[in-house]
């Protein structure tokens, strides 16, 4: 098995882990429970989105390794906020969840870095039928996890 070389998106990762940590830390309880952004999430359940990014990617981007064609995995994307709610991140305990989104987080990097070359090129549908290769995947997940980061940055500032 070839394996692929995405140093620069897990190293990315590991840096975002390393940079906002402490920072997350640190947030007293008002400003992650009252501040919200233009999706009127507060940064308790833009983390919570962050947690459920790593998993439904994890997922997808073990799935694609032994499949060809994912055509039938759910895409949560348009359930963003179900799933928000559903988890209740609003009232979970802000420690756990930190250790939660920087241990998958983690893990994620693993993956990418055990990914077989040979099946980059394998895709799955987005619910608007938008095929997505595993390897088109891989590289928009350090940009989706920047993107959520800046927010948490927009409302701490």
């Excluded at 039928?129 to 940055?153: A, Q």
């Amino acid at each position: 098995m070839q394996r692929a070389d995405f140093t620069h998106i897990t190293d990315g990762i590991a840096q975002v882990i390393e940079a906002e940590e402490n920072l997350l830390s640190s947030l007293p309880a008002e400003v992650i429970t009252q501040r919200r952004n233009r999706q009127n999430r507060t940064i308790k359940q833009i983390l919570g989105h962050l947690i459920d990014s790593a998993s439904n990617n994890h997922q997808r981007m073990i799935r694609l390794q032994y499949t060809k064609d994912l055509l039938f995995f759910p895409d949560y994307r348009q359930d963003n906020d179900l799933w928000i709610a559903l988890q209740d991140y609003q009232n979970a305990d802000w420690t756990n969840l930190i250790q939660l989104w920087k241990f998958y987080n983690l893990h994620i990097i693993q993956v990418i870095h055990s990914v077989d070359r040979t099946k980059l090129d394998n895709y799955w549908c987005d619910f608007e039928g938008t095929k997505v290769t595993l390897k088109e995947m891989i590289e928009g997940y350090l940009d989706h996890l920047h993107l959520h980061i800046k927010e948490i940055h927009e409302l701490v500032a």
